[in-house]
């Protein structure tokens, strides 16, 4: 897509006269229009071997934009009764056996420190501590 600046704009003049803006679904090409020039900014670099890259290179920066959203796991199987995720131990267990912080931080780098599952902007939700990360309880829970 190209977007031109138009003259007539009602503040002033843009600074900026031409943007174009390219879908290149591949991260690591994405990385190497930054290094060559042929992009001015890329999206999504900020997972992985690319983040550190970019982290090495004085002529980049990483900005961290997190987009605002929820993740969630639905186990639909839990209302099976023949399922194990039936049983409340076994789905205490499983979320004691997560570390959402190493999780977060692997995902999303830089993000806050995980522990709230309600956003703030939410404020009229109920909030909740998620479980914390330890599997030696929830090995005993699963028993």
């Avoid at 879908?23 to 690591?28: G, K, Q």
């Avoid at 990385?31 to 690319?50: E, I, R, V, Y």
């Avoid at 969630?72 to 399922?83: A, D, G, T």
């Avoid at 420190?113 to 009229?124: A, E, T």
Wanted: avoid cysteine; glycine fraction near 6%.
């Amino acid at each position: 897509m190209v977007a031109e600046a138009w003259e007539g704009y009602w503040r002033k003049v843009p600074n900026v006269k031409t943007v174009v803006i390219k879908e290149v679904p591949d991260a690591a090409t994405r990385f190497a229009m930054l290094k060559t020039g042929q992009a001015d900014f890329a999206l999504a670099l900020a997972g992985g071997p690319l983040r550190q890259a970019v982290l090495a290179d004085s002529k980049l920066r990483l900005i961290n934009s997190p987009a605002p959203g929820v993740a969630s796991l639905v186990l639909s199987e839990q209302f099976n009764p023949k399922s194990p995720w039936s049983n409340l131990n076994v789905r205490q267990a499983a979320s004691l056996a997560i570390d959402r912080e190493t999780l977060v931080a692997t995902v999303i780098p830089d993000a806050p420190i995980p522990g709230q599952i309600i956003p703030d902007p939410l404020l009229w939700v109920k909030k909740f501590k998620p479980d914390p990360f330890d599997v030696g309880q929830g090995k005993g829970a699963a028993g």
